[in-house]
Structures are given as structure tokens and as C-alpha cells.
């Protein structure tokens, strides 16, 4: 992604008693959120959590989202009127709890 994108990044972290199911989210989730925002979402990427920093040590995050966004108004005006929508199908796939970062790229 090109300096000055928006980077909407959704961690979910993980520990016991934690549950994500990558399927949904790659097959249902995701491709929700793409068809109700559009193409003001420029890019999206979903990693699965494999591992921490130090030998045999538990991945911090189950699963970590970045969507990318021209402006940081493109992202919330596209968002928006859907949040309600995208949240409600958050317990199809998880019992997480979800952290949002919103950044801008520098490099």
C-alpha cells in the first residue's frame, strides 16, 4: 500500500477459552464487508495468528484484518451506515472482543 493510505487494522486477540473461525470470516465475513463498502476499500488482508516473538510462545492475536482506505473520511463514510450490520456478525465468528487501530501509512 502507497505512503499516506489509511490502515483500519481489526486485531483480535487470543488466549484461552478464545474462539475464531478463520472459514467464516475469510468466506462470509470478509466479502460482506467488501460488498457493503465498495471500492472506496482500496485493499484487505487477514492473517492467522501462528506464533509469538520467542520460541514456543502462543501467537498474541487469533487473527489480525487490515483494510486500506484512501482517507480516513472514505473510511468512515463508507463504514459507517454498515457498522451495525458488520458488528452483528461478529458472534458467528468469534467470542473476541475486537481492538481497531486506525493509521496512516508511512512507509
Known sequence: MKKGMIKVS?????????????????NKHMPMAKELVGETMKGATVEKGIAGGTPDSPAPYAAVASLYFDSIEAFQTAFGPHMDTLS????????????????????
Open 10 to 26: 481489526v486485531l483480535y486477540p487470543g488466549g484461552n477459552g478464545k474462539t475464531f473461525d478463520m472459514d467464516y470470516y475469510c
Open 88 to 107: 452483528a456478525d461478529v458472534s458467528n465468528f468469534t467470542n473476541i472482543e475486537p481492538i481497531i487501530q486506525i493509521s496512516e501509512v508511512i512507509f
